[in-house]
């Protein structure tokens, strides 16, 4: 899957973890062999990252910017600005407007400029738009206002000139309410000079819930036409909420997959396919929902699913 994704221009990555790449060498021999980039699911999150005010632990996050440099794969960074996984000196803090700015620079400055040159592109912000496409109340808007969007991505260019910068989220992939917020927040950002180079689609989906491959193809040509680079970022197809036998669920999820990408490879501006998460046995989907489920290309034995399949033919013969 990794040379075929050479040859397509195209970053194919995935959510990995320190903790299960040391503990599980088969893991890490799967996510280096068939995958060219990686992202940390919670290794560079503010809670791991920099758990008190004084104190920044970058270890989970160095030991996954070592793999990768060690694999020739590339990085992406997530996540500077976003409302969950902050440690409680945070959400419990009472500061002023004017530490809240302060506080925020300093974790986006220290935080960038440590992996400067390092990352191929940021999640700088993350889920801000609500389902309608306003901005949603995140803590960082109420403490900071809509213009914290702004400062966070300047902030994460003067540490890392060279760091894609994104704006991320979940259900604005098709084309609904939201997408038209995200894409009419981002444009908005370009117009006043803001430094933003693309948009994060995590499409985190379900058989029967994947947006129409017309609609994300629709979405996608009107960011890449603003100039902007698009990754699908986090995908996983639940299974879950089915009634199909087995095969008939590993055969439309594969399909999910496959039309996905097939849209990204036909936007030039495409340029990476992430899933969230290497196997099944470590999807973060059953924990979530509390039910079991195998969203992603590998079973929790690291055997390549129908997914898996749908995808190296796809990449074999575009
Ligand atoms: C999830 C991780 O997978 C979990 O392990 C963690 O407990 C919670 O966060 N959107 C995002 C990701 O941008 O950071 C989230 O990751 C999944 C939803």
Redesign the pocket.
């Known amino acids: 899957m990794r040379l075929l994704a050479k040859q397509h221009d195209l970053f194919i990555g995935t959510?990995a973890d320190p903790g299960y790449l040391q503990n599980d060498s088969a893991a890490s021999q799967l996510l280096a062999r068939e995958f060219n980039m990686l992202v940390p699911?919670?290794a560079m999150?503010w809670e791991i990252i920099h758990p008190e005010p004084e104190r920044y632990d970058f270890s989970r996050g160095d030991a996954l910017v070592t793999f990768a440099r060690q694999h020739g794969m590339a990085v992406r960074g997530?996540?500077l600005v976003?409302d969950?996984?902050m440690p409680a000196w945070v959400t419990n803090g009472q500061f002023t407007r004017q530490e809240w700015m302060q506080i925020l620079c300093t974790h986006i400055k220290s935080v960038v400029s440590h992996y400067r040159g390092q990352i191929y592109a940021w999640d700088v912000v993350?889920?801000a738009v609500n389902q309608d496409g306003t901005l949603r109340n995140t803590f960082w808007m109420n403490k900071l206002g809509p213009e914290h969007i702004a400062m966070a991505f300047q902030w994460a260019r003067e540490a890392d000139p060279n760091a894609k910068l994104f704006y991320?989220d979940?259900g604005g992939e098709g084309l609904n309410p939201k997408s038209q917020g995200i894409y009419a927040l981002v444009q908005g950002l370009q117009q006043t000079g803001v430094p933003i180079d693309g948009v994060g689609m995590?499409m985190?989906t379900s058989l029967g819930g994947a947006p129409p491959a017309i609609e994300l193809s629709a979405n996608m040509q009107r960011l890449a036409e603003l100039g902007l680079e698009i990754h699908i970022t986090?995908m996983d197809v639940r299974l879950q909420y089915s009634t199909s036998d087995n095969e008939t669920k590993l055969a439309q999820q594969a399909d999910i997959y496959q039309q996905v990408l097939s849209v990204c490879l036909s936007v030039h501006n495409c340029k990476a396919f992430l899933t969230?998460g290497l196997t099944d046995r470590y999807s973060?989907i059953p924990?979530f929902t509390g039910k079991p489920d195998a969203p992603l290309l590998y079973d929790k034995d690291g055997v390549p699913k129908p997914a898996y399949f749908a995808i190296v033919k796809l990449l074999a013969n575009q």
């Open positions: 959510a699911e919670v999150k997530h996540v976003w969950l996984q993350n889920e991320n979940n995590q985190h986090e969230w973060w924990g």
